[in-house]
């Protein structure tokens, strides 16, 4: 009885780190994702994830789920960087080559952390916003 115990164990196990490998895979092959690092400013803790920005919305989806659901939902629109900075001793879970937006959105204020080779592309998304009136 042990052993089907443990082999039904087994299989669980294996079945679910198979479909968090799958679903990582699926969010990073798309079109505009990229690894993400989200804070809020103050947090003591980043949490790590995969954005997909295109349209009017950028989804961020945590690394460390099997959620098929965004864990945030931020609007092209409604999003202003406000500063650019590199990581510091605080920043100690992020890479040296990282680089931190800090901005403000509809959800309130952010810290986006992302490979400083991304920045670039995820800055041109957020300019080519259309003028949005007021």
């Known amino acids: 009885m042990t052993t089907l115990v443990l082999v039904l164990l087994g299989v669980l196990l294996v ?28 947090a003591p803790r980043w949490s790590v994830g995969v954005a997909w920005y295109s349209g009017e919305t950028l989804l961020w989806y945590r690394a460390l789920s099997l959620s098929v659901r965004p864990n945030r939902r931020l609007c092209r629109s409604q999003f202003r960087v406000d500063a650019r900075r590199r990581p510091t001793a605080d920043d100690l879970s992020l890479p040296d080559e990282s680089v931190i937006l800090t901005c403000r959105t509809g959800a309130g204020p952010q810290e986006l952390a992302m490979d400083s080779s991304t920045v670039t592309g995820f800055l041109s998304w957020i300019e080519s916003a259309p ?4």
Request: charged share 20%.
């Open 15 to 42: 079945g679910l780190v198979a479909a968090f490998l799958l679903r990582r895979r699926f969010l990073l092959s798309g079109l505009g994702a990229v690894t993400m690092w989200l804070r809020a400013p103050g």
């Open 131 to 134: 003028p949005v009136d007021r």
